[in-house]
């Protein structure tokens, strides 16, 4: 079946540091891939997504580009803010139906401290 | 727009009491989605709808069961509920299929004693 794999965390970075978040995907077909942030307590929110392959997702100086051959969608922020302190998680949609059935990774910590 | 609203925020519930969790979207979605999220890990898909009158279980559907009478209302059944469905509940809502953002709800926090 479909499977998401996350880099573990927690992560922690000083503000105005690099970000970059990992995630590869096994899928048949063409999953559309997102980026979803989640903050403490509350649901999860869109923070970008592709549909196809060498498509580039970005919103609020984040970005990730889905590349097909490696399986892989990696989530990159040049300069991180305390405000971006949040659980980011990988999903994809299963490409054989048409009903949104996603399947997300377990999540990956992040703390930007001032 | 309200979005997705969920009830209740936190419920604790006793080993073989059953409850309904409640799910509603006012953005006119055909799509909507349960997930659980356990501690440190993703979400898991329990059980989805692609309009009213239309459901089909997802990856870990067992102890669950929904109904889909009306567009807005997505309602979670729990039977006889186990130590195991302590989690936090999620609904989500979309527009359409695999393209599109799934919006969602504050979620359930469930804890079965």
């Known amino acids: 079946g479909d499977s998401v794999t996350q880099m573990e965390g927690p992560v922690t970075l000083s503000e105005e540091a690099f970000l970059t978040i990992n995630c590869t995907y096994t899928?048949?077909?063409?999953?559309?891939l997102f980026w979803y942030v989640q903050y403490p307590g509350e649901g999860l929110q869109l923070l970008l997504k592709?549909?196809?392959?060498?498509d580039k997702g970005s919103n609020k100086g984040f970005e990730a580009t889905y590349r097909k051959e490696t399986t892989s969608f990696h989530l990159e922020k040049g300069s991180v803010q305390v405000s971006d302190s949040a659980v980011y998680f990988c999903a994809l949609s299963d490409p054989n139906t048409n009903a949104g059935k996603s399947t997300f990774g377990d999540g990956t910590t992040l703390t930007v401290k001032p | 727009n309200a979005g997705v609203t969920q009830t209740p925020k936190f419920r604790i519930l006793k080993i073989g009491q059953s409850m309904t969790l409640q799910c509603t979207q006012d953005m006119n979605h055909n799509y909507m989605y349960w997930y659980r999220q356990d501690p440190g890990m993703g979400l898991k898909l329990i059980y989805y709808?692609?309009?009213?009158?239309?459901?089909d279980k997802g990856e870990v559907p067992n102890g669950y069961n929904v109904s889909r009478s009306t567009t807005e209302d997505f309602p979670l059944r729990l039977e006889l509920a186990a130590p195991s469905q302590t989690s936090v509940y999620f609904c989500a809502s979309s527009y359409g299929g695999n393209q599109e953002t799934q919006y969602f709800g504050p979620g359930t926090r469930l804890l079965v004693l």
């Open positions: 709808s692609v309009g009213a009158g239309i459901t």
């Open positions: 592709a549909t196809k392959a060498d």
């Open positions: 899928a048949t077909g063409y999953p559309s």
